[in-house]
Each structure stands twice: as structure tokens, then as C-alpha cells.
């Protein structure tokens, strides 16, 4: 068995596992072996901010990249301030 089919046959397995301590011992054997580079932290504020969106996400409540710029300009344009594209940065 190939790393690659190693790994989604244990992604499977993990996911539908409900055993917290067998999920336990598998997490301490992991990270006896790999270390994440960094760890984000959110505060409250950020994780509730996250929620709302995918929530609105799951909900088909989203705009379009094209449609976001759009309105992002016309709000530039109505506060007197030039519009910033993408390709300016």
C-alpha cells in the first residue's frame, strides 16, 4: 500500500472513529513523530467572525470575487477615495 493510500484509509478511519481514547493514542503517535510549524490561536471575536461566514457560506449566501470588488469600489467612490484592485498590491 502506497504513503498516499495509507493515508486516506486512515483520514477514513479517523473520521468515523468515535473512541476518544483510541483517537487519543493515535494524536500522541503522530506527535511523536510530527510537529506543526506553528499554532494559530483566534480569539472570540475572530472564531465567532468565522462561524457567522460559514454558516452564510453553507447557507448559499456568498458574492462573488468580481461582485465583492464592485462594491468595494462603488463604497470607495462614494467616500471620495480611489479604488484599489488586486493587481495594485
Known amino acids: 500500500m502506497s504513503v498516499a493510500e495509507l493515508k486516506g484509509v486512515l483520514h477514513e478511519g479517523i473520521e468515523n472513529v468515535q473512541d476518544e481514547g483510541l483517537l487519543s493514542l493515535i494524536k500522541e503517535m503522530i506527535e511523536q513523530r510530527y510537529k506543526p510549524e506553528f499554532t494559530l490561536t483566534l480569539d472570540s471575536e475572530r472564531i465567532r467572525q468565522l462561524n457567522i461566514a460559514r ?3 453553507q447557507a448559499g449566501q456568498t ?3 468580481a461582485d465583492s470588488d ?3 469600489e462603488s463604497l470607495q467612490r462614494n467616500r471620495g477615495a480611489r479604488a484599489v484592485h488586486q493587481s495594485d498590491l
Open 63 to 65: 458574492i462573488s470575487s
Open 55 to 57: 454558516a452564510e457560506n
Open 70 to 72: 464592485r462594491e468595494v
